[in-house]
């Protein structure tokens, strides 16, 4: 019990760091007060550029992993990496350092997917950056990556056999970026969605 205490408190904590918020700041920027506000490697390119935003994603990526081989080290496969691994995604969304208030979880959510099943992973971003280069929506190819995560697994399973417990990761992480994108949602209905290569304004301004 100690050790999945452990795996859960500590794949939340590595989840929840804010990395967007501090490569934000060595470009002198608070990210929290730019575009949608949010800690992800989407308002961090449109806020600090290319450069920053990479620097992001790869920072969330190593959580994530280092969430799920904590797990495995700690505990052992299955329903620990799946825990860890939902957790990791739920700290980044969810930040105690920031006031409950990070980033969307697609690239967290991606790395964890990645670790479990690499060609599920592969066929997600391959999908979601058809959608985002015809639509040049960033949101949309997110909630696309998302829809497709436990579609994906599920396929896969059934397919070559393996841990069938790892769908549940896929539905979890699904819904809770579907959640996160909530206010994305409301603005690609009306119309008003901001695309990519938009520059960011202060947040509230638009």
């Known amino acids: ?56 994603v790869i920072a969330d990526v190593l959580k994530a992993v280092a969430a799920v081989w904590l797990a495995t080290w700690l505990v052992g496969t ?58 040049r929506y960033v949101s949309l190819a997110s909630l696309t990556a998302a829809t497709l995560m436990p579609v994906a697994l599920l396929l896969y399973y059934l397919t070559f056999g393996g841990d069938y417990v790892r769908i549940t990761y896929g539905v979890f992480a699904c819904l809770a970026i579907w959640i996160a994108h909530r206010d994305n949602v409301q603005r690609l209905i009306q119309g008003t969605e901001r695309r990519l290569g938009e520059k960011a304004t202060p947040a509230g301004s638009s």
């Open 1 to 56: 019990m100690t050790r999945i205490l452990g795996t859960a408190v500590g794949a939340f904590m590595l989840g929840a760091v804010p990395s967007g918020y501090v490569v934000g700041r060595l470009w002198g920027k608070d990210i929290r007060l730019w575009g949608s506000g949010r800690m992800g490697g989407t308002n961090v390119f449109r806020t600090c550029g290319p450069v920053a935003a990479a620097l992001t």
């Open 78 to 135: 299955g329903w620990s990496q799946v825990l860890a691994g939902s957790l990791a995604v739920l700290g980044h969304i969810y930040t105690p350092f920031l006031n409950w208030r990070g980033g969307r979880g697609v690239a967290t959510a991606i790395a964890v997917l990645a670790v479990f099943c690499p060609l599920c992973a592969a066929a997600v971003l391959v999908a979601a950056g058809v959608v985002m280069v015809a639509s």
